[in-house]
């Protein structure tokens, strides 16, 4: 046995390709008490010959051990109930840190799917008799605190991938797409949902890092800026307080060291890596100043300095154009576009959907990645939904018939292709995929979200929408057969059980037919509201070929929307007041 790493050499038994001896770097010449690969090869290949039945043996009991992975489904008849969500609300609260925000102790990761839920949940008790006020508060002091800390460039924008400790001080600095994609939204939505400007501003830093440094010229993203520069980690983002004294003007550096914390110890090797120390509020009382001036001399520092730092030598940037990735930015771009009321971000994530449709859609399938002109590798259940989850919330901005019709593609591609027919849920894999030993159906979220809990959102989402019983119909068998382990371990499990919440209470469907400019009016006004369990489409007069449950919904005078709940839809309303009352209610 040793340790996992890379590279990564496995032996593979000859007839059904099973590995039975495994391990990572092994030398040409025997050293570093390793043996030389070429006597390696020569008594693996003797051990092979000799035990082939004990291997035979042990190989089978991998299988099995496999096979075990995969918790049992809830059976047709069982009830699906609130239970694992309650189990989840009681286990955030127990692991909430009251003090620096987030979940356990160092190192502490971001979690923007936890805190996402919590405004879900704080949101869904707010006309209740006792609002859900804790939820609220864990996930609004865990976004302030990240925004402090040294996780969030505080020059630069974008978050870094985890904090080595519990105050989010100091970060492993790698920047991940995938994080900040997840980060953007969340960011943006708790603006919408709090009115705190603070959550807007960090939205709008992702967002500003995003499109100056990760977005490629022909419109996909990036994949991550790596954590190291001239072989040091950090190096790029730590700071010399004489070289930011030197940098400033005295009005600037007064209170950007105190902001900063750069009137105190060093906190990184010597140097400063820049986190909030002190509020504007407090800096621009002992300065005699305003607040206003405070911010101005902030901004106009931070400028400076961004400048100065841009002359370093940078870490380097991962340019693979990965489309589970892309599509989780798409998605962050999507929501802070409709939160912030940004046009610039809705071109952003347009530019990159159109790339994706066009280097990695081919012949009704998708591709998983590309660099430098190339696109290759099946795509996975991650690419697929997490895509469609991107084109739906595009959709909310502006209606457009062939990105509807291109997300459903993509769930007939899933439903065809990745579908586990007998328990229900999807494969990581897809069934023409290359063969593996084990093919994998996970439910937990990771760094990125479970596919499984995308895909039966998603479905839930586009069953109520179209008026398709077998996409519903397919998530309920997804949460049926994640069922054990949402039960055991609710909060490996965040995605999922939103898919459950949307189950047990299908979203407001909100379809809006009629002229482009009332169209946009009343869309915009309803984007002011926080409705996480909404989705609303414009869709205008002239629009043809729609699907049938659409298509019914017919344009009537200036402007009609059709509020649907499940399968139960509303008459026309012709009034935006009646439609928020009937909403809100």
Known sequence: QRGGGWPLTM???????????????????????????KDLLLRVAEFYRQHSAELRRQNEALMAAFADLNPQPAGPDSELTEAPLASLREQLARSFDPRYGGFGGAPKFPHPQTIEWLLRCWHASAGAPEPDLEARHMATLTLRRMAEGGINDQLGGGFCRYSVDEYWMIPHFEKMLYDNGALLAVYAQAALATG??????????????????????????????????????????????????????AEEFAVFAPRFGLDGEANFEGRWHLRVAAATSDIARQAGRTEEEVEALLASARAKLLGIRAQRVRPARDEKI?????????????????????DELVTAATRALDFIRTRLWRDGRLLATYMEGRAHLNAYLDDYVFLADAVLELQQLRFRREELD??????????????????????????????????????????????????????????????????????????????????????SHMNLLTALEELLHPPAIVILRGRQASLESWRRELSKAYAPRELVLAIPAEAED???????????????????????CSA??????????????
Not at 573 to 583: F, V
Request: with cysteine; charged share 20%; glycine share 10%.
């Open 11 to 37: 032996f593979l038994t000859h007839d059904d390709q099973r590995p039975f001896f495994g391990g990572t770097y092994f030398p040409k010449e025997a050293r570093y008490g390793l043996p030389a690969f």
């Open 196 to 249: 705190d400007p603070s959550h807007a501003r960090v939205a709008r830093s992702i967002a500003d890092w995003t499109l100056r440094e990760m977005q490629s010229p022909e419109g996909g993203y990036y994949s991550s800026l790596d954590a190291d520069s001239e072989g040091h980690e950090g190096k790029f983002y730590a700071w010399d307080r004489d070289e930011v004294r030197k940098a400033l003007s």
């Open 322 to 342: 990965l489309t589970s990735w892309n599509a989780l930015m798409i998605r962050g771009m999507a929501i802070a576009a409709r939160a912030l009321a940004d």
């Open 406 to 491: 291109f997300a459903q593609q993509l769930i007939g591609v899933v439903l065809k292709h990745f579908a586990d027919e007998g328990a229900g849920g999807f494969y990581f894999t897809s069934d023409d995929h290359e063969t593996l030993i084990h093919r994998m159906k996970s439910f937990g979220d990771d760094a990125t979200p479970s596919g499984n809990g995308v895909a039966a959102s998603v479905l839930l989402r586009l069953g109520n929408l179209l008026g398709e019983p077998r996409y519903l119909a397919a998530a309920e068998r997804t949460l049926r057969a994640a069922w054990a382990a949402l039960a055991r371990h609710p909060q």
């Open 546 to 568: 729609l699907p049938p449950g659409l298509a019914a919904k017919s344009p009537r005078g200036d402007i009609v929307a059709y509020l649907c709940r499940g399968s139960t």
């Open 572 to 585: 026309p309303l012709d009034s935006l007041a009646t439609l928020t009352g009937q909403l809100r209610t």
